[in-house]
């Protein structure tokens, strides 16, 4: 199954998911399809301004260019997707995930989705790196 | 290599960063990122006091910490966020303040959107560059031998001819094709300054049409007006040391340059809308059928109290005015409030970027508008210092600046 | 298709960057990889570059760590040498340093242990606040 993950970035996640047998859906996979396309020339992330239109869709023109190119590479992967895994008060979450009000509303337009979605903790100690393995391994088993 | 640091958020995803790299890239500067560590972040946000909920103006704060403290080599700094972002806009403008309290390196803000262009950058990446590679040059407090500036703006384009740190011959046009525009008003400056072409020693060009005019009089120097101009204000008013704030409320767009001794350290050039420029006021001249230069004094006699006029658009500026003028209220109250409306949205857009030191100098064309330096005075709480010869700032500065490249001197 | 891959071995993993690099030059596959201060960067056709991360985990399969990565090895859109540390260095940093968690965990999933229950924080009642507030 193609599982979401947001952080859609987390190593962590997008291990787990692999790791449980299921395809994770990760930003990471969505920028390589744009940055392989040579004709366009628009580095470093290859997201022209067609993409940040694209954007409209999810987000009207008063939000900021930076909020509706980013859910212009992830909206459709949330379209995708036949299941996600949302990790809460990680530490991090630089990068592509840096706008705080994309991250909220990435997380809606999932839990909008109606797909199954598993919140989990970012572990603080190895008594929730367990909790946390331990969950997202049951869920993605209860998926196959 | 000039090295322009970038603190951003938003511009890999706005598709604007290759503009921005762009834009470096042709004034001969490269864009870097200061390096961070996931443990400086956190130590930096905590230190900075601010907290942001987005992650990536986490990721700024440190980088202009790795500034602050010297951990990092740059010669210039860019700060830029989404335009409509309220978060990104707090964080650019701390930060901006943080790097001038710690650092000596001119910065610029800027707030995009996904239309912006590399060109629309290229003045004030100029500029940055200008101030670190042109240093000595910028701190030249006199013009010496026989040199000419011309200023080719939006409106209007501008000569003047300098003879040992005085003004000798000016004049100026409303601007019409580049080439032609300049050769009349350098023709009407030499004769005035009683010396030929030949006899000038050195040119020096800026505003739009600064290219095409540098190689048409083989200028010794072609620079952008941030620098120029605040060169020009700066001798115009005597104000060569300490600290002060122009103002150009230009045709086109508007600046606001911070200068310590003469050199500019941080500017704001209106990007976003035209409808708080000069370009306004002409409009508002227009439809009232009389000459801009009388809007003043027309001015100067009204209130603006009594006349609702709001020009963050030029159009429904123009709209207000008709409504205002079909209740009946006077051309003086109306030209008063059109004055006050360029002043609060030059407050509202601009000086909202930078940190206004006083003395402020008004100059440009503008500032000979005597109802709009009043209603800047107003909304600033003192009034501006408006120089003689204000106008021709742009042109002066090319005049002194020009001369630093005489042999010799 | 290519797949760039990020091998990142856990903290607490006896396993070297090193030893991960020199057994998979060993397998002899059409791939690239490159030594990182966290593992490795692999590169190469996708069913090659899986391959390779399926026979390479068994070093210590509950210890290494995998996700793609969008840029190329070296690209110079992304370099380091260019351009400073890309955006998403400092997150891949404290996750490669929280990694021991997650090595621990499936350690202990295997061994059959049971998550506990979500915590849920909650506030403190006035009247329990209150209570110890008056306690002297």
């Given at each position: 199954?193609?599982?979401?993950?947001?952080?859609?970035?987390?190593?962590?996640?997008?291990?787990?998911?692999?790791?449980?047998?299921?395809?994770p859906?990760?930003?990471?996979?969505?920028?390589q399809?744009?940055?392989?396309k040579?004709?366009?020339?628009?580095?470093?992330?290859?997201?022209?301004?067609?993409?940040?239109?694209?954007?409209?869709?999810?987000?009207?023109?008063?939000?900021?260019?930076?909020?509706?190119?980013r859910?212009?590479?992830?909206?459709p992967?949330?379209?995708?997707?036949?299941?996600?895994?949302i990790?809460?008060?990680?530490?991090?979450?630089?990068?592509?995930?840096?706008?705080?009000?994309?991250?909220?509303?990435?997380?809606?337009?999932?839990?909008?989705?109606?797909?199954?979605?598993?919140?989990?903790?970012?572990?603080?100690?190895?008594?929730?790196g367990?909790?946390?393995?331990v969950?997202?391994?049951?869920?993605?088993?209860?998926?196959? | 290599?000039?090295k322009?640091?970038?603190?951003?958020?938003?511009?890999?995803?706005?598709?604007?960063?290759?503009?921005?790299?762009k834009?470096?890239?042709?004034?001969?500067?490269?864009?870097?990122?200061?390096?961070?560590?996931?443990?400086?972040?956190?130590?930096?946000?905590?230190?900075?006091?601010f907290?942001?909920?987005?992650?990536?103006?986490?990721?700024?704060?440190?980088?202009?910490?790795?500034?602050?403290?010297?951990?990092?080599?740059?010669d210039?700094?860019?700060?830029?966020?989404?335009?409509?972002?309220?978060?990104?806009?707090?964080?650019?403008?701390e930060?901006?303040?943080f790097?001038q309290?710690?650092?000596?390196l001119?910065?610029?803000?800027?707030s995009?959107?996904?239309?912006?262009?590399?060109?629309?950058?290229?003045?004030?990446?100029?500029?940055?560059?200008?101030?670190?590679?042109?240093?000595?040059?910028?701190?030249?407090?006199?013009?010496?031998?026989?040199?000419?500036?011309?200023?080719?703006?939006?409106?209007t384009?501008?000569a003047?001819v300098?003879i040992?740190?005085?003004?000798?011959?000016?004049?100026?046009?409303?601007?019409?094709?580049v080439?032609?525009?300049a050769?009349?008003?350098?023709?009407?400056a030499?004769?005035?300054?009683?010396?030929?072409?030949?006899?000038?020693?050195?040119?020096?060009?800026?505003?739009?049409?600064?290219?095409?005019l540098?190689?048409?009089y083989?200028?010794?120097?072609?620079?952008?007006?941030?620098?120029?101009?605040?060169?020009?204000?700066?001798?115009?008013?005597?104000?060569?040391r300490?600290?002060?704030?122009?103002?150009d409320?230009?045709?086109?767009?508007?600046?606001?340059?911070?200068v310590?001794?003469?050199?500019?350290?941080n500017?704001?050039?209106?990007?976003?809308?035209?409808?708080?420029?000069?370009?306004?006021?002409?409009?508002?001249?227009?439809r009232?059928?009389?000459?801009?230069?009388?809007?003043?004094?027309?001015?100067?006699?009204?209130?603006?109290?009594?006349?609702?006029?709001?020009?963050?658009?030029?159009?429904?500026?123009?709209?207000?005015?008709?409504?205002?003028?079909?209740?009946?209220?006077?051309?003086?109250?109306?030209?008063?409030?059109?004055?006050?409306?360029?002043?609060?949205?030059?407050?509202?857009?601009?000086?909202?970027e930078?940190?206004?030191?006083?003395?402020?100098?008004q100059?440009?064309?503008?500032?000979?508008?005597?109802?709009?330096?009043?209603?800047?005075?107003?909304?600033?709480?003192?009034?501006?210092?408006?120089?003689?010869?204000?106008?021709?700032i742009?042109?002066?500065?090319?005049?002194?600046?020009?001369?630093?490249f005489l042999e010799?001197v | 298709?290519?797949?760039?891959?990020?091998?990142?071995?856990?903290p607490?993993?006896?396993?070297?960057?090193d030893?991960?690099?020199?057994?998979?030059?060993t397998?002899?596959?059409?791939?690239?990889?490159?030594?990182?201060?966290?593992?490795?960067?692999?590169?190469?056709?996708?069913?090659?570059?899986?391959?390779?991360?399926?026979?390479?985990?068994?070093?210590?399969?509950?210890?290494?760590?995998t996700?793609?990565?969008?840029?190329?090895?070296?690209?110079?859109?992304?370099?380091?040498?260019?351009?400073?540390?890309?955006?998403?260095?400092?997150?891949?940093e404290?996750?490669?340093?929280?990694?021991?968690?997650?090595?621990?965990?499936l350690?202990?999933?295997?061994?059959?242990?049971?998550?506990?229950?979500?915590?849920?924080?909650?506030?403190?009642s006035?009247?329990?606040?209150?209570?110890?507030?008056?306690?002297?």
């Amino acid at each position: 199954m193609k599982v979401f993950i947001d952080p859609p970035n987390s190593l962590i996640l997008f291990d787990l998911v692999e790791r449980f047998g299921h395809e994770p859906l990760s930003t990471m996979a969505a920028i390589q399809e744009k940055i392989d396309k040579i004709e366009i020339d628009m580095p470093p992330m290859n997201v022209s301004l067609e993409d940040v239109m694209k954007g409209l869709k999810y987000a009207g023109i008063e939000v900021p260019s930076g909020v509706r190119g980013r859910l212009a590479v992830w909206g459709p992967m949330i379209e995708e997707a036949e299941a996600a895994i949302i990790m809460e008060d990680c530490p991090y979450s630089f990068g592509c995930v840096g706008c705080h009000r994309t991250s909220l509303m990435v997380r809606y337009l999932i839990k909008r989705r109606g797909i199954p979605i598993l919140d989990v903790d970012y572990p603080n100690d190895e008594d929730e790196g367990r909790d946390l393995v331990v969950r997202i391994k049951e869920f993605l088993e209860a998926l196959k | 290599m000039i090295k322009i640091a970038q603190l951003s958020c938003g511009t890999e995803y706005s598709s604007v960063q290759y503009e921005v790299e762009k834009a470096a890239r042709s004034v001969g500067a490269t864009v870097v990122h200061p390096d961070v560590s996931a443990a400086d972040i956190n130590e930096a946000v905590e230190r900075f006091g601010f907290k942001p909920q987005s992650p990536q103006l986490k990721l700024m704060i440190a980088r202009a910490v790795q500034l602050a403290d010297r951990k990092y080599d740059a010669d210039a700094v860019f700060i830029a966020t989404c335009f409509r972002c309220a978060e990104g806009a707090l964080v650019r403008n701390e930060l901006r303040r943080f790097i001038q309290d710690n650092t000596r390196l001119p910065v610029v803000t800027y707030s995009f959107t996904e239309r912006l262009k590399a060109s629309q950058l290229l003045t004030r990446m100029e500029a940055l560059v200008t101030v670190v590679t042109r240093k000595e040059l910028l701190a030249r407090e006199r013009q010496t031998g026989i040199t000419a500036g011309i200023d080719s703006g939006s409106s209007t384009t501008k000569a003047v001819v300098m003879i040992d740190n005085r003004i000798a011959g000016k004049d100026w046009t409303p601007s019409g094709d580049v080439i032609a525009s300049a050769e009349t008003v350098m023709e009407n400056a030499l004769k005035e300054a009683g010396v030929k072409l030949k006899d000038v020693e050195a040119i020096g060009t800026t505003g739009y049409g600064r290219f095409r005019l540098g190689q048409h009089y083989n200028a010794k120097l072609v620079q952008e007006e941030l620098t120029v101009n605040s060169k020009g204000a700066v001798w115009l008013a005597d104000r060569q040391r300490g600290e002060a704030t122009i103002l150009d409320i230009g045709g086109m767009d508007n600046k606001a340059i911070t200068v310590r001794d003469g050199v500019p350290d941080n500017f704001t050039m209106g990007g976003i809308c035209a409808g708080a420029s000069g370009r306004f006021l002409e409009m508002v001249s227009k439809r009232l059928k009389i000459e801009v230069t009388e809007l003043g004094s027309l001015a100067d006699k009204g209130n603006w109290r009594n006349a609702k006029m709001n020009s963050y658009c030029s159009v429904f500026g123009i709209q207000d005015l008709v409504t205002t003028l079909g209740d009946g209220k006077t051309f003086e109250d109306v030209a008063a409030a059109a004055c006050h409306s360029v002043a609060e949205q030059v407050y509202e857009q601009q000086l909202q970027e930078i940190d206004v030191r006083h003395p402020i100098i008004q100059v440009g064309g503008t500032s000979l508008i005597s109802g709009l330096v009043t209603a800047v005075g107003e909304v600033l709480g003192s009034k501006p210092i408006v120089p003689a010869n204000s106008q021709y700032i742009g042109a002066v500065g090319g005049a002194i600046l020009s001369s630093g490249f005489l042999e010799g001197v | 298709m290519r797949e760039t891959r990020l091998i990142m071995i856990s903290p607490a993993s006896g396993v070297t960057p090193d030893q991960v690099t020199r057994t998979i030059h060993t397998y002899g596959k059409r791939v690239v990889v490159k030594e990182s201060c966290y593992g490795a960067v692999l590169e190469g056709e996708r069913e090659i570059v899986r391959e390779v991360i399926a026979e390479v985990r068994k070093l210590d399969p509950n210890g290494i760590f995998t996700k793609v990565r969008a840029f190329h090895a070296g690209d110079p859109r992304r370099c380091r040498a260019h351009h400073g540390t890309r955006p998403g260095f400092a997150q891949l940093e404290q996750e490669w340093n929280d990694l021991w968690k997650i090595h621990f965990g499936l350690d202990r999933a295997e061994k059959g242990e049971r998550a506990n229950d979500r915590k849920v924080r909650k506030k403190l009642s006035v009247m329990e606040f209150k209570k110890i507030c008056e306690v002297k």
